[in-house]
């Protein structure tokens, strides 16, 4: 499986950012995709899951109401759309997968639970 994350950049506090990420490889519609993000000196953490089937969808509570996770099956891609960005939003985000069945809801997520990640994507915001 390999991840190609794009999207990142510069914004203004209270912009929006849309963060794609590109799944090939082996059978990448039995995934359950996610985004972590790292800021400098700071421990890997959860951003938002997305189930394998679209239908289920988990929050990090920060992000909650500003950031939506969605997924089109037909193009293997997953997208973060970020609203209301703050400049605590500020890190490198990483998308993230894992094989799973079809019934299994997205859920808060440990960086230990996705064996799959991508390479990472700038994402600054300015006060």
């Known amino acids: 499986v390999q991840l190609q994350a794009s999207g990142g950049g510069l914004v203004q506090a209270g912009g929006s950012l849309t963060l794609s990420c590109a799944a090939s490889?082996?059978?990448?519609?039995?995934?359950?995709m996610a985004w972590f993000r790292q800021a400098p000196g700071k421990e890997r953490e959860f951003v938002a899951a997305?189930?394998?089937?679209?239908?289920?969808?988990a929050y990090e509570d920060s992000v909650k109401g500003r950031f939506s996770i969605s997924r089109d099956s037909a193009k293997n891609t997953v997208y973060l759309l970020m609203n209301g960005l703050k400049p605590e939003d500020t890190a490198v985000y990483y998308c993230?997968?894992?094989?799973?069945?079809?019934?299994?809801?997205?859920?808060?997520?440990?960086?230990?639970?996705?064996?799959?990640w991508g390479q990472g994507t700038q994402v600054t915001v300015s006060s």
């Open positions: 997305v189930s394998r089937s679209g239908g289920s969808t």
């Open positions: 490889g082996r059978t990448p519609n039995r995934l359950g």
């Open positions: 993230a997968a894992k094989f799973t069945i079809l019934s299994v809801p997205a859920t808060v997520a440990a960086t230990a639970d996705y064996g799959y």
